[in-house]
């Protein structure tokens, strides 16, 4: 039987970057995926990256040209129902191809020695003699083929295919997503039929989840929309949007429709010879479903751990526990904070109440700049609580949406300071464990 330091099931951008990185530190480490070569990164064509992720997370930064480039652009609007008030926040975005972005990080981690089998499908764990993860047996060429690994990774993608094999209680939660824990996304490629609609940014309406942004194509755009629940229900929802949003005039091109994850991180990443990251572990950002970066930045946090764990022959759950301590006190505790507020604020605002905000300056410039990382002025603050003074006395909002959104700032508070608590080695999890879900039941999901 083959061996290696790390399988990592799943080449798509969060496999592949791990992959990359750990042969780099001079592990021996196998890549499979259950698609061929040719198949994978197309689940659905254009995403995009910050510009300013590149340089931090030292991946490629296709140019103009290159064939993973597709466009880039740097206004990006929030907007209101009616599209009467929009603000605008200047970040420089690149727009990629997926496929050929992906076969790009493949390289990478090819470049640094690990290896890549493709058509390869994981069906089940190996466990040792103490029943612990001692490899994969998957499914090659039409054979059983057994692989054993110190480490098995699981970035499959929602799949979590590795994730939701393991045992219970054998130390990361294994269950499957609800509806309620996704968004169901769906992409219209579409051609402007009005050269003054061509677009020059992206916006996007935090009422409907929907936004317009540019394509491969200048003269065309992606209108997309996520919600839960169902592709059904998005689809009711772009219907209502239709209504108000002022949309440009279109032809359709085509549609796409994929999902992702928009629920928490499993509390526990790691558990003995098990590792997980990426859509597998629920990694996306809680303002809009995305996670090729985010996971990167949890990635980040743990090549360390996962370096001296296996140079050291620690691949426990209790060496690397210091992943989730690293990660829930810094990024997940940020995730959880934001997903607790638009959860609270989204569910209880109706349509007025949305267009008073952007009206009456309650969602200003500044206030979207700090959402996205930005200082807060004390005057926005100001200016933003008078605001919504003002609502409540012109009875622009109503007292239920005041009390949702002082209900929603507290929740948000209250699991953001619980994240940074998190417990520095296993003992003590349980009760933390415990009080988070105490937590997230108050904190509700987004409708
Ligand atoms: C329509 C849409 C638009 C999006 N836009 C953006 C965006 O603009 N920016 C952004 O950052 N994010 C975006 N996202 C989210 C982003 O696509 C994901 O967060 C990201 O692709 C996750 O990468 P991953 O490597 O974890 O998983 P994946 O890319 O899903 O890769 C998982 C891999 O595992 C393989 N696999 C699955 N099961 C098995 C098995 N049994 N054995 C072996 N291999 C297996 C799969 O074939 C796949 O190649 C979008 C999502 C959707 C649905």
């Not at 206030?367 to 008078?386: D, E, Q, R, S």
């Not at 608590?421 to 464990?433: I, L, S, V």
């Amino acid at each position: 039987m083959e061996q290696y330091d790390l399988v990592v099931i799943g080449a798509g951008s969060t496999g592949a970057y791990l992959a990359k990185h750990m042969a780099k530190r001079g592990h021996s480490v196998l890549v499979i995926d259950k698609l061929p070569k040719t198949k994978v990164g197309t689940k659905y064509d254009i995403f995009h990256i910050e510009e300013k992720e590149f340089g931090r997370l030292g991946i490629p930064r296709p140019q103009k040209g290159d064939p993973a480039w597709a466009f880039e652009f740097v206004k990006n609007y929030n907007a209101d129902p009616l599209t009467l008030y929009p603000k605008c926040q200047m970040n420089p975005m690149v727009g990629l191809h997926m496929h050929e972005y992906t076969m790009l990080l493949n390289e990478e981690a090819e470049k640094a020695g690990a290896k890549i089998l493709y058509s390869c499908e994981f069906k089940a764990f190996l466990f040792d003699e103490n029943k612990k993860i001692c490899g994969v047996d998957t499914r090659w060429k039409g054979h059983g083929k057994k692989i054993g690994a110190r480490l098995v990774a699981d970035c499959s993608g929602m799949a979590a295919v590795g994730r939701t094999a393991l045992p219970d209680g054998y130390g990361v939660e294994n269950d499957q997503l609800t509806d309620e824990d996704m968004f169901y996304v769906i992409l219209r490629y579409v051609r402007l039929l009005d050269p003054k609609d061509y677009l020059e940014g992206s916006t996007f309406w935090a009422y409907y989840k929907s936004w317009i942004a540019p394509s491969a194509d200048p003269h065309g755009a992606i209108i997309g929309i996520g919600a839960c629940h169902s592709f059904d229900y998005a689809e009711k929802i772009y219907a209502d949007m239709e209504q108000t949003v002022p949309l440009p005039a279109y032809e359709l091109d085509h549609v796409e429709r994929g999902r992702t994850p928009y629920t928490r991180n499993p509390y526990s990443m790691v558990a003995d010879g098990f590792f997980v990251s990426g859509d597998a572990g629920n990694l996306t950002k809680s303002v809009n479903g995305e996670g090729v970066t985010s996971s990167m930045v949890q990635l980040q946090l743990a090549f360390d751990t996962l370096d001296r764990a296996l140079k050291l022959g620690k691949v426990t759950r209790g060496y690397m526990w210091e992943i989730n301590k690293k990660y829930n006190a810094s990024q997940g505790a940020e995730f959880a904070m934001l997903r607790a507020l638009l959860v609270g604020v989204v569910n209880a605002a109706n349509f007025d109440e949305f267009q008073y905000a952007f009206e009456s300056g309650i969602i200003s410039d500044e206030l979207l700049n700090a959402a996205a990382g930005a200082p807060l002025p004390v005057k926005t603050l100001f200016g933003a609580a008078k605001g919504f003074a003002g609502g409540i006395a012109k009875k622009k909002i109503r007292l239920s949406t005041v009390k949702a959104a002082v209900g929603a700032l507290k929740n948000a508070v209250a699991i953001s300071e619980h994240y940074k608590r998190f417990p520095d080695t296993e003992a003590g999890y349980d009760a933390w464990a415990k009080k988070a879900d105490a937590l997230y039941e108050k904190i509700g999901k987004i409708r």
